[in-house]
């Protein structure tokens, strides 16, 4: 495949960031995005609603779907499902961007907090993937590809947010294991991961203006992203993908483009050795 023309995504968490770049790029080939996040109106201190996804969305040549989706809450996963198959007759291609972060060690970690972690990164990536099967196992070409690192079992990556760890480590061993599961079906799995921070609204909210200038701007992982869900999802499974690297074999050599401050190094990003 070389297009994502007529394709119908479901992306979690697509109102702003790395989510609505995704979607914004498959919209330029004609796609059908679904834009399930739970910002309905504006957020005091973060970019973006449903609303103004879809309104990128059209203008970018997309047909759009907002739809206020809180992934912890199955019923409306499955009613998402359901109006999304009412709207565009089926699902094509499943982004698990939705995620939630709190960098903190173990007495630092309230519960309430470690379950929002869970609910969202683990129980709701996997909710939202049962929710979509159905529909997947009918499509051509059909993908899920899932924003969450390579499984790095460093004691560094746990000892300072063993909490966060766990949660986004979740999300990868769904990758790994439904890969396997559904690989004779013809269902692929992909994790995708950043080398990089991403100026997004969680980088801002942990490192400031400072780390937001030393990142890259979210269109390398929508690129990446493309990259993926235009291949084969028979030969193509079953991978923990890393924006950088995905793109240099894709031919890519001018990674200045993505820099948000031109001629700054950009910070490596967890998890990545």
Not at 206 to 213: A, N, R
Request: net charge neutral.
């Amino acid at each position: 495949m070389s297009t994502l023309q007529g394709k119908t995504l479901f992306i979690t968490g697509a109102s702003r960031g790395i989510g609505l770049a995704i979607a914004l790029r498959a919209a330029r080939d004609g796609a059908n995005v679904v834009v399930a996040a739970k910002t309905a109106e504006p957020h005091p201190k973060l970019p973006g609603t449903i609303h103004s996804a879809a309104e990128e969305i059209e203008k970018a040549g997309g047909k759009a779907l907002p739809l206020m989706v809180d992934i912890r809450h199955e019923d409306q996963v499955h009613a998402a499902v359901k109006q999304t198959v009412e709207r565009f007759g089926g699902i094509d291609i499943l982004v698990n961007n939705a995620s939630a972060i709190s960098l903190t060690g173990t007495l630092q970690t309230p519960m309430k907090k470690f379950d929002l972690m869970f609910g969202v990164n683990v129980r709701g990536t996997y909710s939202t993937t049962q929710a979509c099967l159905p529909e997947l196992l009918k499509g051509k070409n059909p993908h899920v590809l899932t924003l969450s690192p390579p499984l790095n079992m460093k004691p560094k990556w746990f000892e300072n947010h063993v909490a966060y760890t766990m949660a986004k480590y979740g999300m990868s061993m769904c990758v790994l294991g439904m890969a396997e599961e559904f690989r004779a079906q013809g269902v692929a799995f992909n994790a995708l991961w950043p080398r990089t921070t991403i100026a997004t609204a969680a980088v801002n909210m942990l490192g400031g203006q400072e780390m937001m200038e030393a990142s890259r701007t979210p269109e390398i992982m929508a690129d990446a992203a493309y990259a993926i869900l235009t291949r084969d999802s028979r030969s193509c499974t079953g991978n923990f993908f890393l924006d950088e690297e995905l793109l240099r074999e894709a031919g890519e050599t001018n990674f200045d483009k993505y820099l948000v401050k031109p001629g700054t190094q950009p910070l490596p990003d967890f998890f990545i050795d």
